[in-house]
């Protein structure tokens, strides 16, 4: 994917860039206001890494509302040390898409722009999620593996959606408690780490190949088709 | 000067006790000096038809009688009449010649008059006869004049009193809006020099400027409030934020120093990435409290259904509780209304929910039971637990208060302290209570205080 | 504040120069002499006692005090004190027009 952070900390903006790269993107940087809104302006980017605060004279919300007003609706996560909920909802409002508080976790950041930017190419509503030999219907809210029916409770369901929806990316604990359960704080014990292995007990521990893969210092992720 | 409000409540007072002068005398003059001019003008008036009658009856030598008569009968001798030709001769009247002032007939005129060697002032009226004749017909004002004058004296002095009296009230009315706000200046002084337990004195009489005093005070007690929140942060963050720091350093100065191999060194740096990130959750979780005490999120208030999220939050931790071979028993009713934060409510009950989870013993039973009260909703987290002894329940919400039984288990000890935030910024109350055994919280939060609409 | 002060201040200020207005003379002539009025001097005295003589004459009975003013007014008159003189001689005029007057 084709990526573009706008970080003026050197540091941190190296540590990104790199990570980034690392993982198989392709990774634009400018280290000002002025020049980020420039490129990210004229080039087309999959997703757009933005800090709030930038020298240069414009900051990180005037970009967002900038590119927001020329109809650009690329996917924004904003990069912030300003923790407050008021600058979330501040963030959020000028038009970005995620917000991401310093400091963060790599793991975190990848997971959260790999979603973002996936979110941006949905082909349209579906009504049935396939991964390998897990099927999920939506409309009769029933999962089926190898054939077999898998009872699950609600919960359980929405959460094993989750999972395939972002199947073959990272999914953080954060973003599952946000997502699945509408709850953003982050919790000082594992709730999610109890809910997702009971879900594994549903779903991979009665068969040969498990699906829901735990990513070490980052959360899980659901396996897609073997390349 | 004119920075002084007291002097410009003096000016505006002083201003509006001239205007008041002024339209006094105004009505003065009008009703006693105005009322003497119309008399005469009406005398002279009636005079001048009875002596035109007279002109007709009898023409010249008739009106002659007349003026003589009237002449004789003046007793006030205050009559001024004069007939003449059309050379300006004197025919008949008391007047020594025509005076030259008097050109135009249908005018009035005041001629100074001589009487008797005494100089006065007559008001005179010209006619024009037919045959050339031209009459004069007055009377003396000579009172009139002198009341004028007697008027003018009385405003001139009105007004230097009322200058007098303006700088007067200038300084009484500055001065007693000094003494009035010098309570408040001086108790604001000696706060900004630091004294903090200064309040504004009142002085009992209930008016605006006891109300400001108590707003004041009011405000002062609040921010005393904050400040020592601050004060306890600090010796918080002195005692025990310290300890995680100076371990983290530790670790990574010994395996800088120490590390055998390249595993070890990858281990201590993730052990002290994880310590960091320990210390960041607390700096999160008191920036949080700060917010929530500082009120900002009270805009974001709104009529919610508590039912959903209570819901959820009992099924989040029903399966870690499941997990420790602890029952999560949930009370929720269909619909709860409820007025307030839903993020900070949720963050609320989670952390007496998370606490009562932790501290449960396994094959106990966590309630969770959310009802509508009296004065608006309640929500109690109880466990069967080791709970808080009795000397510790007061300090339980202050910042990282951890009880001795609690010193082992994880966690910075602000959990309390969070919830105790939301309910007073909701104006509610958090309620520890020993269950017997265990901890019983009850969050209280009230209605607000207009009906809800919708 | 400022602009209510003002207000006031112009409304006092026109007041106070629209009485001042009020109180002074409207149309004083110059320096003009003043006119000799001719109804006090002693020549009227005489001419007023004439007429009391006259009316005394002709009235059948004179009140009582017609004929004290007139002779205290004669004797004033003949003293100098001329405008009491005529005054009382005015009155007694009047009394003896409407003495004399048909009832």
């Not at chain 3, 009485?19 to 003043?34: E, I, L, R």
């Amino acid at each position: 994917m084709r990526i573009l952070v706008v970080e003026d900390d050197k540091d941190v903006a190296g540590f990104v860039v790199r990570g980034l790269r690392e993982a198989g993107h392709v990774v634009e940087h400018a280290d000002n206001g002025r020049d980020g809104l420039f490129m990210a302006a004229s080039e087309s980017f999959d997703a757009v890494i933005l800090d709030r605060m930038l020298p240069g004279g414009i900051d990180g919300l005037k970009i967002l509302e900038t590119l927001r007003g020329q109809k650009n609706s690329v996917p924004v996560l904003i990069l912030s040390a300003l923790a407050e909920v008021d600058e979330r909802v501040k963030g959020l409002k000028a038009g970005g898409d995620d917000y991401l508080t310093k400091p963060f976790a790599f793991a975190e950041l990848l997971a959260r722009v790999e979603a973002l930017a996936r979110r941006g190419k949905t082909e349209g509503p579906v009504t049935k999620l396939v991964v390998e030999d897990l099927e999920l219907d939506l409309l009769s809210r029933q999962v089926k593996r190898a054939g077999q029916k898998i009872d699950l409770q609600p919960r359980e369901f929405r959460l094993l959606e989750y999972l395939m929806r972002h199947a073959g990316q990272v999914v953080t604990r954060t973003m599952l408690l946000e997502g699945v359960w509408d709850y953003h704080f982050d919790p000082q014990t594992n709730v999610i780490d109890v809910h997702v292995s009971r879900l594994r007990q549903k779903v991979d521990k009665p068969f040969p190949v498990p699906l829901i893969q735990t990513v070490r210092n980052a959360g899980y992720m659901l396996r897609a088709e073997r390349a | 000067m004119f920075r002084s409000a007291g002097v410009r409540f003096a000016v505006v007072y002083a201003l509006l006790l001239a205007a008041s002068a002024a339209a006094l005398a105004l009505f003065l003059w009008w009703s006693t000096a105005g009322l003497l001019d119309r008399q005469t003008e009406t005398a002279i008036r009636a005079d001048a038809q009875g002596l035109s009658e007279r002109w007709e009856e009898g023409g010249l030598p008739a009106l002659v009688l007349t003026i003589d008569e009237r002449l004789s009968g003046n007793v006030d001798d205050d009559a001024v009449y004069l007939l003449t030709n059309a050379r300006m001769q004197r025919v008949a009247g008391n007047l020594a010649g025509w005076p030259s002032i008097v050109r135009e007939p249908d005018t009035w005129y005041e001629l100074p008059v001589q009487r008797a060697g005494i100089l006065s002032l007559a008001l005179v009226w010209r006619y024009d006869l037919p045959g050339g004749y031209h009459l004069l017909i007055g009377r003396d004002v000579q009172v009139r004049a002198q009341l004028r004058r007697l008027l003018t004296d009385a405003l001139l002095w009105a007004l230097v009193i009322v200058a007098a009296m303006a700088v007067a009230g200038a300084l009484i009315v500055r001065s007693l809006l000094r003494r009035t706000l010098a309570n408040v200046s001086t108790t604001a002084n000696a706060i900004a020099a630091g004294d903090f337990a200064q309040r504004v004195k009142l002085s009992g009489r209930g008016d605006e400027f006891d109300q400001l005093a108590e707003v004041i005070n009011d405000m002062l007690d609040r921010i005393g409030r904050l400040m020592d929140g601050v004060k306890q942060v600090s010796n918080a963050i002195a005692h025990d934020l310290r300890t995680p720091i100076t371990r983290a350093r530790a670790r990574l100065e010994e395996a800088s120093l120490r590390a055998s191999s390249p595993e070890a060194l990858r281990a201590a740096i993730d052990r002290a990435t994880a310590d960091l990130d320990g210390i960041v959750a607390v700096f999160q979780a008191l920036m949080r409290i700060s917010e929530i005490e500082a009120g900002s999120r009270r805009s974001a208030f709104a009529t919610l259904d508590l039912a959903p999220p209570l819901a959820d939050l009992a099924e989040l931790y029903g399966a870690v509780a499941e997990e420790k071979g602890v029952t999560l028993s949930a009370d929720i009713p269909e619909r709860l209304p409820a007025h307030g934060d839903r993020e900070l409510i949720q963050q609320a009950v989670a952390n007496l929910l998370d606490n009562a989870v932790k501290f449960s013993p396994p094959g106990g039973t966590v309630r969770l039971q959310a009802r509508p009260a009296a004065a608006g909703v309640e929500v109690l987290v109880a466990d069967q637990g080791a709970g808080i002894p009795p000397e510790d329940l007061k300090r339980a919400t202050e910042r990282f208060f951890r009880g001795e039984s609690a010193r082992s288990t994880p966690g910075a000890g602000l959990g309390l302290a969070l919830v105790q935030a939301v309910a007073q910024l909701h104006g509610g109350t958090l309620r520890l209570e020993d269950a017997a055994p265990g901890l019983a919280a009850t969050l209280s939060l009230p209605a607000p205080e207009e009906p809800a609409h919708g | 504040m400022m602009s209510l002060t003002r207000s006031y201040g112009a409304a006092g200020l026109a007041l106070s120069v629209m009485a001042g207005f009020a109180v002074t003379p409207p149309s004083v002539a110059g320096q003009t002499a003043p006119v000799m009025v001719t109804s006090d001097t002693p020549q009227y005295c005489l001419h007023l006692l004439d007429q009391v003589s006259e009316l005394m004459r002709l009235a059948p009975a004179p009140p009582p005090e017609v004929t004290s003013l007139s002779t205290a007014g004669q004797r004033m008159c003949g003293q100098g004190h001329t405008r009491g003189g005529i005054m009382r001689l005015r009155r007694a005029l009047v009394l003896l027009k409407e003495h004399s007057l048909p009832p």
